[in-house]
Structure formats: C-alpha cells, structure tokens
C-alpha cells in the first residue's frame, strides 16, 4: 500500500475539526496523505458532508492524484456510494473503522489476531450486504434476477462464517484461560498493560524485562516472547506478548498488548475480546498514558481508556504517565493535578529513559493481591527438599531453619499457593508416620 495517496476528511457538528489523529492512523496504515478537508455542519442525509464540500472534495482529489479518500465520520453504506459517485473513477472511500481493520489485518501475524480482524470484517459487512447488493442492482444490473436471492445467500453466509470464527475463538479463549489459571498457580502474578494506541506500552514492557531471562520459561509458557516492537505508529503491537519481570519479591509476568483508540464501534471491540482478556483477566493493570500530550488530549485517552476497560475489568488499575523525559516538572505536576478525579495517585515514569521504573515496581508489588505469612513445619523425608524449593519458587522465603527431624519454613505468598503448601506439608507428615 506504500505509495498509494490518501485525502483525509472530516466533518463536525460543531467547533473545528482536528485531523492529526486519522492522518496518523492513515500513515499507519501506509498511506501517503496528500491532502485534507473539514467541514463544520451537521451531517447530511445523503452525502455526510453538504453536498458543496463533496465538489470541494473531488477538486482535491483530482489535484493531488489521490487513489483514496479516508474519512474520519461514521459513514452509512448509502453516503459511502453517494461520495463515490461524486469521485474520479476508481477512488475508495475508506471510512475510520475499514481504516483501523486495515492495519489490524497488516500488523495481525498469529492466528487469534487474523481470526479477529476477519470477525470485526465480518461484522462490519453484514449490516452492508443487503445495502451493497441493492445497490449494484440498482446501478448496474436492473433485470438481473438472481440478485434478491444473492443478498440473502450473501448475508447468511457471513452469519455462518461469524458463527465459525466466534466458536474458535472462544476454545483459544478456553486454553489461554486455562494457561492464566496454570501460571497463577506456578506462582506468577499476572500483569497487563494497557492505554491508548501509541502511549509507549512496548517501550516500558522491554524497560521492565530488560535483565530478564526469557528463554527458561520458554517451555513453560509458550507464547512468550523476546520482542515487544516499539514505533512512533498508531497500533504497532497488535498480538499479546508476555516476559517475565523482575520487579523485586513477586514472580510477576507481565502482557503487552493492543492499543485503545477512540470512536471505535462496539462490535470493533467485541471483536479483539479474546486479547483484550488478558488486560480484563489480570491481577493488575498498569494504564500507560503519553504526559507529553496537552493535558486536555490526556484527558480523553483517559476517558477512552476508562470506558474501555470500564465494563469488563476486574484487576485493579495503576495509572503510568510515561514520557516523563519529554515534560518539566513543573507542567508534569499541574497535568497530575488536573487529572487527579481520572488518574489518582499515579506513577511518573520514562520508559524510554528508565527514569522511576523502580518506584513503578514498588508500586506493582505494593498493588497487587496481597501475600499472606505463612510458618510451616515440614517433617523430613526423602520428598522434603523438593517441596522447599516448590515454596522457593512460589512465594518469597523469610526464614528456613533445619534441625535433624524437621525443616521449618516462614514464607509469603498468594493465599492459593499456601493452601497448597499446607497440603503438601499434610502429604509429608503422612508419608514420614
Ligand atoms: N521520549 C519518550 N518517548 C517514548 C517513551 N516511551 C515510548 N516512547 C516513544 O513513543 C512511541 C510509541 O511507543 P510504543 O512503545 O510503541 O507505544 P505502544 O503504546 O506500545 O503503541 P502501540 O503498540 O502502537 O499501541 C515510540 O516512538 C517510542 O520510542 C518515553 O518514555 N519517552
Ligand atoms: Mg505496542
């Protein structure tokens, strides 16, 4: 697609319309923009914008050679046609969601990420496949009998094929379920990082796993990775990576995964469902908001990302301002200030930089589900020394005393990992009578 010129345009209600987002989202999706347009009115039933600024439009298309018209409005599938019509021949209109599946589908490299750009494709279309085919009948084929049948079959077909992609995606939301499940009992807290596309979610994942050894776990946990990828683009990180990290006491495995981004539909959403669990699934969120944006920009990613997280998520929420490097202390505490009801108490840090990372993981270990104190007396046997280091590495051993008959162990860990220990320690005393 590199190459291919793009026009941008937008039109509000009120106020003036911004287009530095959807020209970002454009050059994501490997657009050259060569030109753009606003308009404040309210929308027009047949075009979206008035009927004026789609000559306007088409006179820019025509000067800068566009291939692609990327509007930043919800379009109906009628106003998609109309503006069409009004274009040089072979123009596409591309509207922000067909946008923003355009680059999921470029960036989506496993097989949950394809399986969810084609559900949210499909979606998309369903509601457009009768509009479509009446259209075509209408423009093309006016005797055309099969037609009516045809956008029956065609909608049926994409209900079934939804049906399809929904049932395998929810048996790889079964297994990673299932792998949560296995990692917490191994001992490990489970970590999420979230915030809107672009926020520096990678950049900080690498800054805590930097010293980390991956490769051990490998087997263990097999959709580990070694690279998170970083890029100044608008939903780099589309899949879900997860590394270790090492943030002091706690066993903490830390998931880095896709962007939020504002105005996206609620099917879009549903859609990335199965990797936005592993953010509503955690023990905890780290919320990961750009402090170098004006305050009022911060303010509606916060919404955004509130809202995203808002019905679904069940882990408790620390709110990163990253970037800290690109800000001064003084505006970086008034932005604090003013953001205090959306983000309270959160934790100034740069990523890029390694600025704070340490008060960060304090902040990690202090938020998440807290670890009990646990004394055991485990009689000795031959099995003995493997359950101490079972305890080793599940929780966090304070005090270890051996005498002839016994070990006695005082340690910190999750109140399910105890339970177990305690078990363990019953299974030996058994074993040793
Ligand atoms: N100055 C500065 N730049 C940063 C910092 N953290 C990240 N960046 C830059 O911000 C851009 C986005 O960083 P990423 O880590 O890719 O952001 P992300 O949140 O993972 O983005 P997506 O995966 O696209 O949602 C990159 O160009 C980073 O180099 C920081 O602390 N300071
Ligand atoms: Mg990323």
């Known amino acids: 697609m590199t190459g291919t010129k793009a026009v941008v345009a937008k039109r509000v209600d009120t106020g003036s319309a911004d287009l530095e987002e959807i020209t970002d989202l454009a050059r994501s999706a490997g657009y050259d923009v060569v030109g753009s347009l606003t308009q404040t009115r309210e929308e027009d039933a047949a075009y979206g914008f008035g009927k004026g600024k789609v000559d306007e439009l088409a006179a820019v298309v025509r000067e800068t050679d566009a291939d692609v018209v990327v509007v930043d ?91 399809n992609i929904k049932q395998e995606l929810d048996a790889i939301a079964d297994k990673e379920e299932t792998r949560r499940a296995e990692r917490r009992e191994s001992g490990f807290d489970l970590v999420a990082l979230a915030g809107y596309t672009n926020a520096g979610k990678s950049t900080l994942m690498r800054r805590l796993a930097e010293d980390l050894d991956v490769d051990e776990n490998e087997d263990l946990h097999p959709d580990l990775q070694t690279t998170a990828e970083s890029q100044d683009e608008l939903f780099t990180t589309l899949g879900t990576t997860t590394r270790r ?16 981004v504002s105005n996206l539909p609620h099917w879009l959403v549903e859609s990335f469902q199965s990797t936005l669990d592993s953010v509503y699934r955690a023990d905890l969120v780290l919320l990961v908001v750009d402090a170098s944006e004006p305050v009022e920009e911060m303010r509606e990613k916060l919404v955004t990302c509130h809202d995203t997280l808002y019905e679904r998520n069940e882990a408790p929420i620390v709110t990163v301002l990253n970037k800290a490097d690109k800000v001064d202390p003084e505006e970086l505490e008034e932005k ?98």
């Not at 589908?105 to 979606?123: F, I, M, S, Y």
């Not at 990290?245 to 939020?260: E, H, I, K, P, S």
Request: charge should be negative; proline fraction near 4%; glycine fraction near 6%.
């Open 73 to 163: 409005n919800r379009l109906g599938p009628y106003q998609t046609y109309n503006i069409g019509q009004k274009l040089p021949e072979g123009v596409e209109v591309v509207d922000r969601f067909t946008l923003i599946l355009d680059i999921f589908g470029q960036r989506a490299h496993t097989r949950k990420a394809q399986l969810q750009v084609e559900l949210a494709e499909l979606r998309y279309e369903l509601p457009r496949a009768a509009a479509k085919a009446s259209l075509a009948k209408r423009d093309e084929r006016p005797g055309f009998m099969g037609l009516g049948e045809y956008d029956e079959s065609r909608e049926r077909d994409i209900k079934s094929q939804i049906a």
């Open 336 to 433: 604090k200030q003013a953001l205090t009801a959306l983000a309270p108490n959160p934790v100034v840090v740069s990523g890029l930089t390694g600025e704070n990372v340490a008060e960060l993981c304090e902040r990690i270990e202090a938020d998440l589900p807290e670890w009990h104190d646990e004394r055991l007396m485990l009689p000795m046997t031959d099995d003995t020394m493997s359950v101490v280091s079972w305890i080793h590495d599940h929780g966090h051993v304070d005090a270890e005393e051996y005498t002839d008959d016994n070990v006695m162990l005082e340690f910190k860990a999750r109140p399910e990992i105890i339970e177990k220990a305690r078990s363990k320690a019953a299974d030996l005393s058994v074993a040793a009578n």
């Open 245 to 260: 990290a090492d943030t002091g006491m706690r066993n903490v495995l830390l998931t880095d995964t896709v962007g939020f």
